[in-house]
């Protein structure tokens, strides 16, 4: 069965950070380096930065707390990858001097608020493409129509995956250990999940 070869599944990429605090996810944008000049803070998804594209060029440097990724495209695409990505568990934002004048979109990974359990579901490798996410209740954002190549997960939260709608069908549960998994690239390219539920409620396992 096509659904459960997901069971063979390779995962490459995979970042684990298992002592990270419960952060809002952000980024604040200086105009001049060393965090200086005027700034703006993004703490949404922005699938087209054109209205903050003339500040985006004055940008010098930065401040962000979480998993933020930068795409060069609008609609979260490029080739090749997110262009840039914060990875920041502490609550103590990261700081560096860094241009942002060649990006075009943004989001952070997961759950805005990492002490609660989500998973974003990506349509390409290294999440960039359409996203479905999955919050604490098991809730779909969308319909999920696409196979999933890459995934985020934060907070503390296991999930079972259904090929039906309405938590039918073949399944497979996904346990995470950590607080969060970033998964890169995800071969579930078999697959299309139809729903999802919080908890491991199917004897197919696949451990993070």
């Known amino acids: 069965m096509k659904f459960l070869s997901c069971i063979l599944c390779l995962f490459l990429g995979v970042a684990v950070f298992d002592t990270v605090l419960g952060v809002k996810q952000y980024i604040t944008l200086y105009e001049d380096a060393s965090q200086q000049g005027a700034n703006l803070t993004l703490d949404r998804h922005y699938a087209n930065l054109s209205e903050h594209k003339e500040?985006?060029?004055?940008?010098?440097?930065?401040?962000a707390v979480?998993?933020?990724a930068?795409?060069?495209n609008v609609d979260y695409n490029l080739e090749g990858g997110v262009a840039f990505m914060v990875d920041n568990g502490d609550a103590q934002p990261k700081c560096q001097?860094?241009?942002?004048?060649?990006?075009n979109s943004m989001r952070?990974?997961?759950n805005h608020d990492t002490?609660?359990?989500g998973v974003s579901l990506y349509s390409k490798t290294s999440y960039h493409g359409d996203e479905v996410f999955v919050?604490?209740?098991?809730?779909?954002?969308?319909n999920l129509t696409f196979p999933i190549y890459s995934l985020a997960i934060t907070g503390w939260g296991n999930y079972t995956f259904y090929e039906g709608g309405n938590q039918t069908g073949p399944s497979w549960c996904l346990l995470s250990s950590q607080k969060v998994h970033l998964v890169a690239e995800l071969d579930i390219s078999q697959s299309i999940i139809g729903?999802?539920?919080m908890g491991c409620n199917s004897t197919t396992v696949m451990r993070l």
């Open 135 to 142: 919050n604490e209740n098991g809730a779909l954002s969308t």
């Open 70 to 72: 930068f795409y060069t």
């Open 97 to 103: 001097n860094r241009i942002f004048s060649n990006y």
């Open 195 to 197: 729903s999802v539920s």
């Open 115 to 117: 002490d609660l359990p």
């Open 66 to 68: 979480g998993w933020i």
């Open 108 to 110: 952070y990974l997961g």
């Open 55 to 63: 500040f985006l060029a004055e940008v010098s440097s930065f401040c």
